[in-house]
């Protein structure tokens, strides 16, 4: 079946660090993929999205390049802020418009 | 604000009791799915509605759990005969696209 794996947490980065949270999948066919954030006390949030192959979503600093011969969508950040602090969650659809694979998500606290 | 909204917010109930949480999702989105979510985990899902048909069920909904959406509006989540394994945070999420948007959840604590 369809999965999302993600790298444990939690993670803890100074200010202005890089970021990278890794994100691999296993799904059939073409997958939508996602990323998703909570904050501490909230709802998920979308925070970007790639729908086919070679795309790069997006939003806030924070990028993904849907890979598929590694089957990864990586999160990355070139310079974090504390008020990054939050859960972020890998996901997928596996035929477009159906129900979301997520993966456990990962912690991340970024120190001042 | 136009956003996904849930009722209630949070919910302690003692095990054996039902429970009913009702979302309202962002208006002409014709999809809605339920997903529940425990401490550490990722949301799981539960079930979903194209309009007021509901479409899919995950092995996750017991025979305890009903939802409905009877006007392809806002949705209901009913549990019955509650047990403290139900203690999770039940989320919602509408789209009429491929981006889902998801509501601030429902904390349900059986005791």
């Known amino acids: 079946g369809n999965s999302v794996t993600q790298m444990e947490g939690p993670v803890t980065l100074s200010e202005e660090a890089f970021l990278t949270i890794n994100c691999t999948y296993t799904?059939?066919?073409?997958?939508?993929l996602f990323w998703y954030v909570q904050y501490p006390g909230e709802g998920l949030q979308l925070l970007l999205k790639?729908?086919?192959?070679?795309d790069k979503g997006s939003n806030k600093g924070f990028e993904a390049t849907y890979r598929k011969e590694t089957t990864s969508f990586h999160l990355e950040k070139g310079s974090v802020q504390v008020s990054d602090s939050a859960v972020y969650f890998c996901?997928?659809?596996?035929?477009?418009?159906?129900?979301?694979?997520f993966g456990k998500g990962t912690r991340l606290s970024v120190i001042a | 604000d136009t956003g996904v909204s849930q009722d209630p917010r949070h919910k302690i109930t003692k095990r054996g009791q039902n429970v009913t949480f009702r979302c309202d999702p962002i208006?002409?989105?014709?999809?809605l799915y339920w997903y529940r979510q425990t401490l550490g985990q990722g949301p799981e899902f539960l079930t979903y509605?194209?309009?007021?048909?509901?479409?899919?069920k995950s092995r996750l909904l017991s025979d305890r759990f009903s939802a409905e959406r009877p006007k392809g509006s806002f949705s209901t989540l009913e549990i019955q005969r509650t047990e403290q394994g139900d203690s999770a945070m039940y989320l919602c999420?509408?789209?009429?696209?491929?981006?889902?948007?998801f509501g601030p959840g429902t904390r349900l604590t059986v005791t």
């Open positions: 790639a729908t086919k192959a070679d």
């Open positions: 509605f194209q309009n007021e048909a509901q479409l899919e």
């Open positions: 996901a997928l659809d596996s035929s477009g418009n159906t129900p979301l694979v």
């Open positions: 208006s002409e989105h014709n999809r």
């Open positions: 799904a059939t066919g073409y997958p939508s």
């Open positions: 999420a509408s789209t009429r696209g491929v981006e889902q948007y």
